[in-house]
């Protein structure tokens, strides 16, 4: 198996200032301040404790990447992101273990420009692949 190396913790929230805050107090420090996604209409920001990175996902307008999902599962953590140095072995590995893509791989402007790709598990949800 390619190795895939955790990066962060994707959490859904309506309002990422509230929740930026929230999670300040529970110990975590901004990693990146909050950076609009206009190809996914989304603002995203990052934080970190502990070596553990969450991403705050928040729908920037209705017809956002994640209004539906936040809808349906309100405030959550709702992926894990891996990052890898060899995209095309473990995008096929995954592929070949179960998971199917739900995008294709998208430059992602709040990781300074690096690619990802969504891919869900009938088992275990949704990942996300950096590389
Ligand atoms: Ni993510």
Redesign the pocket.
């Known amino acids: 198996m390619t190795t895939l190396k955790i990066h962060?913790i994707?959490y859904l929230v309506k309002k990422i200032e509230k929740a930026k805050k929230t999670f300040e107090d529970l110990g975590y420090q901004v990693e990146h301040d909050t950076v609009y996604d206009d190809i996914r209409k989304v603002d995203i920001c990052f934080l970190i404790k502990d070596g553990y990175r969450v991403?705050l996902v928040a729908p920037a307008s209705e017809d956002s990447v994640v209004s539906g999902l936040l809808k349906k599962y309100k405030n959550t953590p709702y992926?894990i992101?891996y990052e890898t140095d060899d995209a095309e072995g473990a995008y096929r590995e995954l592929t070949e273990n179960g998971f199917a893509a739900i995008d294709t791989p998208t430059p992602a402007p709040a990781l300074g420009g690096c690619n990802v790709v969504f891919l869900t598990s009938p088992v275990i949800g949704m990942v996300?692949l950096k590389y």
Do not use: S, V
């Open positions: 962060h994707g991403e992926h992101c996300e």
